[in-house]
């Protein structure tokens, strides 16, 4: 069973900058991180889960929410098994848990019921 394990959350400053990272295990072979999307979400308090990004299997596209285009960037690096999550100019309502998530599915963009396993999180705030 595939196991994502998220990590780079913490406390920054309203414009800060973190990175994420989404560290995939657990493939069956000859099957690795390339054969697969992956999405990162968030989910605030008292709020519902929201799609912010996510990156293809196949050609690497990508595709962001509004909320975060021009401030987020996602990238893989498929040889370490890992997704990462670049966030600059983080703004208060960027506060959430931040998860990542694995689809099997070939729909571009995925939508949230096509993902099939799930990271625990990691906490961002944004707070001064």
């Known amino acids: 069973q595939v196991q994502l394990v998220e990590s780079g959350g913490g406390l920054v400053q309203p414009g800060g900058s973190l990175r994420l990272s989404c560290v995939l295990s657990g493939f069956s072979s000859p099957y690795y991180l390339g054969y697969y999307a992956i999405g990162w979400f968030r989910q605030a308090p008292g709020k519902e889960r929201e799609g912010v990004s996510c990156i293809s299997a196949t050609d690497g596209s990508t595709d962001y929410a509004d909320s975060v285009k021009g401030r987020f960037t996602i990238s893989r690096d498929n040889a370490k098994n890992t997704v990462f999550l670049q966030m600059h100019s983080l703004k208060p309502e960027d506060t959430a848990v931040y998860s990542c998530?694995?689809?099997?599915?070939?729909?571009?963009?995925?939508?949230?019921?096509?993902?099939?396993?799930w990271g625990q999180g990691t906490q961002v705030t944004v707070s001064s």
């Open positions: 998530a694995v689809t099997y599915s070939n729909r571009w963009p995925p939508t949230l019921i096509d993902y099939s396993y």
